[in-house]
């Protein structure tokens, strides 16, 4: 979800502004997901848009060209709109364990009006959580709201006044939800990398010469 109100026309180096480096680390998302995975795009002023309905990742660079062409304009973020909107996308991802917001906003400039604090408890409750980037500093006026909300929504929240690190950080937390849906176990199976092997049961790369691979149960 992109704040495309006007602050995001605020030019930065290289003859970009603000609003082409948010649209390139949702780009970058983007191009972090498989073929299996689905995305959608809005960006909110003072109502939503969906830039990219609820869509498979299967044309990764069509739906990343289709993100560079927002423009910035209107008035405020409103949160409660931005919210409910990716809420009703992500509603849609049936049988997928992982629902996740990216909220983008200016930290300065967050509206809210509405029961924000309730559609987040609903959301957890069907499993979907949410992170804040926040373009400017938590000392800013809107801070606590954007910090609120990650923290009510159970995920990441990450302020930044330079723009040019909203790619990075974009991508940061997709990786870090990717890695929350690895299988963590903390159990082996005997004969693997825990040592209950005897010393002269153990062989090298190559050297086995007892059958099948022996399984390891390991886990990326």
Do not use: C, W
């Amino acid at each position: 979800v992109l704040d495309q109100s006007g602050s995001m026309a605020a030019p930065v180096q290289g003859g970009r502004t603000k609003m082409d480096l948010a649209n390139q680390g949702t780009a970058e998302v983007v191009r972090l997901l498989s073929k299996q995975d689905m995305i959608s795009v809005i960006t909110v002023t003072h109502r939503a848009d969906v830039v990219q309905e609820l869509v498979k990742v299967e044309e990764p660079e069509a739906i990343a060209a289709r993100v560079k062409e927002v423009r910035s304009g209107g008035g405020g973020i409103f949160i409660y709109e931005a919210l409910e909107a990716a809420g009703e996308e992500l509603l849609k991802a049936e049988g997928y364990q992982t629902r996740h917001i990216i909220l983008f906003s200016d930290a300065n400039d967050s509206v809210h009006e509405g029961a924000y604090k309730q559609l987040i408890e609903d959301y957890r409750e069907q499993g979907i959580s949410i992170s804040v980037i926040g373009l400017g500093k938590d000392s800013d006026m809107h801070a606590p709201l954007l910090q609120d909300i990650a923290e009510r929504g159970g995920g990441n929240i990450m302020f930044t006044d330079d723009p040019e690190e909203l790619p990075r950080l974009f991508t940061q937390d997709t990786m870090t939800v990717a890695r929350s849906t690895f299988i963590k176990k903390d159990e082996t199976q005997p004969g693997g990398i825990t040592g209950e092997l005897l010393p002269e049961e153990a062989r090298l790369m190559g050297q086995f010469d007892f059958g099948p691979f022996p399984r390891v149960d390991g886990f990326n």
